[in-house]
């Protein structure tokens, strides 16, 4: 870990703030786990794996939830919390938590499926709109995980490219984001649906309370995740080597 004094932007004030938004996201991510965790651990009976697959498809919302939530949002601000770090190192980091978040959503995906194709009267896949958007979601997410790797990670491309491909792949990771958490207040709505006589839903039980925080703390992070990464004040800059690299590209 290197330092370089006049690119520790943000600084005074701004450094404050972006330290207590980052301290948030990472509140409202953990809070988003547990709610969720809790809203189907406790309210929907635990979890099992293909033994039980009403109980399987528990781990469907937490799983997403973990991987398409939390930990995304934590893959997408790396550059600005580690801004002197080298940025091979964050590179790395950024692309390894990437890939911790598609393996949690392939095996949510597993999760989903199983719980429809192994009850004794199998439930068709697929249906939905969020089941749509959701694998659109996994699918762009993958798409992006693998160009980001060419581009970024793997030798060969012109720092040029590179440069002109950047704009692009932060719009798509805020915008997969963006689609991730439309697809989960998609998928706590139809499940309060499917639930709504059985939980008396429209009575706001215990369980609502949960299921509508969680929501609510969903909209949240990803609206201050979108709020850091967007303001310029907030974004990494480049070492002297790294300026020195490109300048040499």
């Given at each position: 870990m290197e330092n370089y004094?006049?690119?520790d932007?943000?600084?005074?004030?701004?450094?404050?703030?972006?330290?207590?938004?980052?301290?948030?996201?990472?509140?409202?991510?953990l809070?988003?786990?547990?709610?969720?965790?809790?809203w189907m651990g406790h309210f929907r009976d635990?979890?099992?794996?293909?033994?039980?697959?009403?109980?399987?498809?528990?781990?469907?919302p937490v799983f997403m939830v973990i991987g398409l939530i939390f930990l995304y949002s934590d893959a997408i601000l790396a550059y600005r919390v580690?801004?002197?770090?080298?940025?091979?190192?964050?590179?790395?980091?950024h692309g390894?938590?990437?890939?911790?978040?598609?393996?949690?959503?392939?095996?949510?995906?597993?999760?989903?499926?199983?719980?429809?194709?192994?009850?004794?009267?199998?439930?068709?896949n697929l249906y939905?709109?969020?089941?749509?958007?959701?694998?659109?979601?996994?699918?762009?997410?993958?798409?992006?995980?693998?160009?980001?790797?060419?581009?970024?990670?793997?030798?060969g491309l012109s720092q040029g490219v590179r440069a002109r491909y950047m704009p692009h792949h932060v719009f798509w990771g805020v915008g997969i984001l963006c689609m991730a958490a439309a697809t989960a207040l998609m998928g706590i709505t139809e499940k309060a649906i499917f639930l709504k006589d059985k939980i008396q839903y429209s009575k706001l039980p215990t369980e609502g309370i949960?299921?509508?925080?969680?929501?609510?703390?969903?909209?949240?992070?990803?609206?201050?995740?979108?709020?850091?990464v967007t303001r310029p004040e907030y974004k990494r800059q480049p070492s002297p080597e790294e300026d020195h690299i490109q300048l040499m590209g």
């Open positions: 004094d006049k690119h932007a943000p600084t005074g004030g701004n450094l404050g703030s972006f330290t207590g938004l980052v301290l948030l996201v990472q509140g409202l991510g809070a988003a786990v547990i709610l969720v965790a809790v635990g979890f099992a794996w293909t033994s039980d697959p009403a109980k399987e498809f528990n781990y469907h580690f801004r002197n770090v080298k940025k091979m190192y964050i590179k790395v980091m390894m938590i990437h890939l911790g978040a598609l393996i949690f959503a392939s095996v949510g995906l597993k999760a989903v499926f199983d719980s429809h194709n192994l009850l004794a009267n199998p439930i068709p939905s709109l969020h089941s749509w958007l959701g694998l659109i979601t996994v699918i762009l997410f993958g798409l992006q995980w693998v160009i980001g790797f060419l581009t970024f990670l793997a030798p949960v299921l509508n925080t969680l929501g609510i703390v969903i909209v949240a992070l990803v609206a201050l995740v979108a709020f850091v």
